[in-house]
């Protein structure tokens, strides 16, 4: 059932548009009517890498064994200024105490303990204050 429409101009002429058919649907694409999809190339097999937690230690050095070379060892000692040290060094200056401010850095009490492996340097843990 084809339903011509008639339609009419500024003229009065009435006429028919002429009828037009589709374009041909096919599967084929034109050649350079599209650009070239780049070919998608498989993801390379996941890796998976196992995490060790960082052991909990205390301020002195500790017997364990060292993830990193299977040895046991006695943990090597880094003692280091963290916040704590600084605020306790702004504490003393606040309260007139200037020339004492460098002792929280002079004194382990008041820094964090980070422990090592002393055959390979390795981190094992730490003890925070």
Do not use: W
């Not at 429409?5 to 374009?23: I, M």
């Not at 890796?47 to 006695?74: D, H, K, L, Y």
Request: with cysteine.
């Amino acid at each position: 059932m084809a339903h011509n429409e008639q339609k009419t101009d500024l003229s009065g002429v009435h006429y028919a548009p002429p009828q037009q058919n589709p374009p041909p649907y096919n599967n084929q694409t034109q050649p350079g009517l599209y650009p070239a999809v780049p070919s998608v190339t498989p993801a390379p097999p996941q890796q998976f890498v196992t995490v060790v937690p960082a052991q909990q230690m205390g301020p002195e050095p500790t017997n364990t064994s060292c993830p990193s070379c299977s040895a046991a060892i006695v943990t090597r000692v880094d003692h280091v200024p963290v916040t704590k040290t600084h605020l306790f060094a702004l504490l003393l200056c606040l309260i007139g105490c200037c020339p004492c401010a460098c002792i929280p850095y002079c004194t382990d009490s008041c820094k964090d303990a980070n422990h090592y492996c002393p055959n390979c340097n390795a981190y094992i843990g730490s003890y925070n204050r």
